[in-house]
């Protein structure tokens, strides 16, 4: 447990350094395409790169009980959620817009333990608190002190609460197919449901400067084909509420890619909010205490009682 615990960690992680780099390739490439073209192509160049690593891989189809888990988080996850966040962050700064959006695991471990029956450990609830504390400082410490856009935070709230049907709609699904069926066929759902902006999409990628083009290639191929991947691999193996604490740290990375790329120098307040981020992070992955050792006498008893069944229990 504690092995498959430590990928899904790393495959999480993998997720959340290429969301945050997404964040500033939208920025960046907002002047030349809209909202819904942006999403649509986004979602295309997943597809056809999704489409060809499960053929190759011989993936086939998700059972018939996979289907409206599929259809679901991927119009809702890849189709509205990536068309409201490209269209808030027309009106916001991306620092801004990764705080909004962090709302988003925070609707997922509450509808993650009302639904899912995940529970609500405290050192989770914990975690989420001290890291959304973070978030809000990072958030307002890069807001520039001027008022945001009350439209492009509306957009930003409706897409985290997109984000978070989505993801708790994905858990269960995964029970019935495997990570990249639900990910090649929830992309492919988005970019059906983003169809309507297809002729945005031809008429600007033709006016658009390749720069802009390169970046609407790369948020396909890795924030979208390789994180959905990656995050899809990590919620099969732990819980949402978790996972979801995980994408915490994408704010301190927001502000790490803005300083390397956009020569963006983050102030000791926003460094002092990453610093929290991450540490709600260490607080929601800490291990309870081990139970109490078992006295000799009544360990004895109980194995005579009953088989041992520590070492499956292990595995």
Not at 188 to 217: E, I, K
Request: aromatic share 8%; charged share 10%.
């Amino acid at each position: 447990m504690s092995r498959a615990d430590g990928r899904a960690l790393a495959a999480a992680s993998v997720t959340v350094v290429l969301w945050a780099s997404s964040f500033i390739a939208i920025r960046s490439s907002a002047a030349d395409f809209g909202p819904g073209a942006l999403a649509l192509g986004r979602l295309a160049v997943a597809s056809v790169v999704l489409s060809v690593l499960l053929l190759a891989r011989r993936g086939g189809f998700p059972p018939r009980e996979a289907w409206p888990g599929i259809i679901a988080s991927g119009v809702l996850w890849f189709g509205a959620y990536m068309v409201a966040l490209n269209w808030g962050e027309r009106h916001v700064d991306a620092g801004t817009a990764s705080l909004v959006v962090n709302i988003g695991p925070v609707l997922m471990a509450l509808l993650g333990g009302w639904l899912l029956k995940e529970g609500f450990p405290p050192r989770l609830m914990a975690g989420m608190a001290v890291s959304f504390a973070g978030a809000v400082v990072v958030g307002l410490s890069m807001s520039g002190g001027g008022e945001s856009s009350l439209l492009g935070v509306l957009l930003c709230l409706f897409a985290a609460l997109a984000y978070a049907v989505g993801v708790v709609l994905q858990k269960p699904t995964l029970k019935h197919a495997t990570p990249m069926q639900v990910t090649t066929f929830g992309a492919l759902a988005g970019t059906v449901a983003c169809l309507p902006f297809a002729g945005q999409l031809v008429s600007q990628v033709s006016r658009a400067p390749v720069s802009a083009t390169l970046q609407m290639v790369y948020l396909g191929v890795f924030p979208t084909a390789l994180a959905f991947t990656t995050w899809a691999y990590a919620v099969s193996r732990t819980t949402v509420g978790k996972m979801g604490t995980t994408t915490y740290a994408v704010p301190v990375l927001v502000v790490l890619m803005s300083w390397l790329f956009l020569g963006e120098v983050p102030g000791w307040l926003t460094l002092l909010g990453g610093l929290l981020c991450l540490s709600g992070v260490a607080v929601s992955r800490m291990r309870g205490k081990a139970r109490a050792q078992v006295p000799d006498d009544a360990r004895g008893n109980r194995a005579a009682a009953q088989p041992d069944v520590s070492a499956e229990s292990a595995r």
